[in-house]
């Protein structure tokens, strides 16, 4: 039996956790387009939840109140990726703001470009795959 559209999971948003709430937000303001949709604080901590209007998609940010060490990212942590319309444009353009973007690689199998991108990181040290938009990466 298939699931109806509306049973089927649908990605919300991805979190991390973050030292300094305002370079945080400024850097993806900067570098992706987010605004903050919404800020939740508690005593404790407090979530920064950013989208633009492409997508309905959220990187949500959690400030622990209190923390001073950076978080140890670990070897278990991947990426987020995000798409744009014109990779070198956005290259050179995060070059620009000082974000030292990674080299564009082209990835191809049996002869097939399958995808080009950069990486940047952000001020916490989390990666960021930048894509071309194109087949499955619209």
Known sequence: MKAAESDLAKAIHTMIRVLDEARSVDFYNKAFGLDVAQRLDF??????????????????????KGRTEPYALGDGYGHLAVSVADL?????????LGFNPKKIVEFNRDGALIARFFFIEDPDG?????LQRGGRFL
């Open 126 to 130: 989390y990666k960021i795959e930048v």
């Open 88 to 96: 070198d444009s956005e290259h050179d353009r995060l070059g620009a």
């Open 43 to 64: 005593e404790t901590f407090t979530l920064i939840y950013l989208s633009n209007a492409d997508t309905s998609f959220e990187v949500e940010l959690t400030v622990n």
